[in-house]
């Protein structure tokens, strides 16, 4: 949200001074580092998992906890906290085992995705707020973050981190092979249930950034790309935080001089950035085949 007095230059150091010349703004790039760090390494093992649907329900249950957080006259942020975690449970419960109940657990997702939108709805109706607070709960709200909201956010990127770390090792062994890790003595189910929670504190974080309607922008995409330039997981995790950090200041920074929100350059950054990798693999694998076919003498 730039303002009037403010115009992009060639001048790049003042320009940086700029960015950083108004307190929301400073406010905006420290909560969008942390947020970051929690959406790409949590986004990594959702990607892993292949739980990119339960993200995003827990997004709009996000939604509808915002809201009736609203009503009530409370944070939305911890009505976002407090629903995320509430959906994370309730997936837990209905869907039972995601690796043997993976149909239970897809009508799980779906059904609370459902009804938490109808409800915020609701929610939305009765506390008759249809323009400012829907649209920052829709599409994210970080240039209005505040210092009592970066506190929260600072508290909750260190206890979703510090919980990350100590199932990292567990968990990754559970993701790719949750049967042999089960017969292993790894406790896959309650694993199952600890990094949903850990998901409810990273998409509660990350709406406040792009918003319900696209936090796969910023949640899923830097783990989607990291995932396809390399498979070693440590590699891949730093790849995702990096890119995640990357899409979130760079859009912050262009959103800033322009007129246009801060979610579409997030987010463009990183379909952009996905587009550009995928084409460059299928570049590099019809080279590879090509070099093949003519070692073969296909093409004399």
């Given at each position: 949200m730039p303002t009037s007095d403010v115009q992009l230059s060639w001048n790049l150091v003042s320009d940086f001074?700029?960015?950083?010349?108004?307190?929301?703004?400073?406010?905006a790039f420290l909560a969008g580092m942390l947020i970051a760090f929690i959406?790409?390494?949590?986004?990594?093992?959702m990607v892993l998992r292949s739980q990119s649907f339960a993200g995003h329900t827990m997004a709009h249950v996000g939604f509808a906890g915002a809201a009736g957080a609203l009503l009530f006259g409370g944070s939305p942020i911890v009505g976002l906290l407090v629903s995320c975690i509430g959906a994370a449970l309730g997936i837990g419960i209905l869907g039972g085992r995601r690796s043997q109940t993976s149909w239970n657990y897809g009508i799980a997702i779906g059904t609370i995705q459902t009804f938490s939108m109808g409800l915020g709805i609701l929610f939305l109706q009765l506390s008759h707020?249809?323009?400012?607070n829907v649209?920052?709960?829709?599409?994210?709200a970080v240039l209005g973050i505040s210092d009592i909201d970066v506190h929260l956010i600072v508290l909750t990127t260190v206890m979703t981190l510090a919980g990350?770390?100590?199932?990292?090792?567990?968990?990754?062994?559970?993701s790719i092979d949750p049967d042999v890790a089960d017969a292993r003595g790894v406790p896959v189910h309650f694993l199952d249930y600890a990094f949903l929670v850990l998901l409810a504190f990273a998409v509660a974080q990350s709406v406040q950034v792009v918003g319900v309607l696209l936090i796969f922008g910023l949640l899923v995409t830097p783990a989607a790309i990291a995932q396809q330039v390399t498979a070693r997981p440590g590699i891949a995790v730093g790849l995702s935080i990096f890119l995640a950090l990357f899409f979130t200041w760079a859009g912050l920074a262009v959103a800033y001089f322009t007129p246009y929100p801060v979610g579409f350059f997030i987010t463009g950054l990183a379909f952009g950035t996905y587009i550009l990798v995928r084409l460059f693999q299928v570049g590099q694998a019809m080279f590879v085949r090509r070099r093949w076919f003519k070692r073969q003498g296909v093409f004399g």
């Open positions: 001074q700029q960015l950083f010349a108004y307190h929301f703004m400073q406010n959406a790409g390494s949590m986004g990594y093992f707020s249809y323009t400012e649209y920052a709960i829709l599409f994210g990350l770390m100590v199932i990292a090792r567990p968990l990754l062994f559970a």
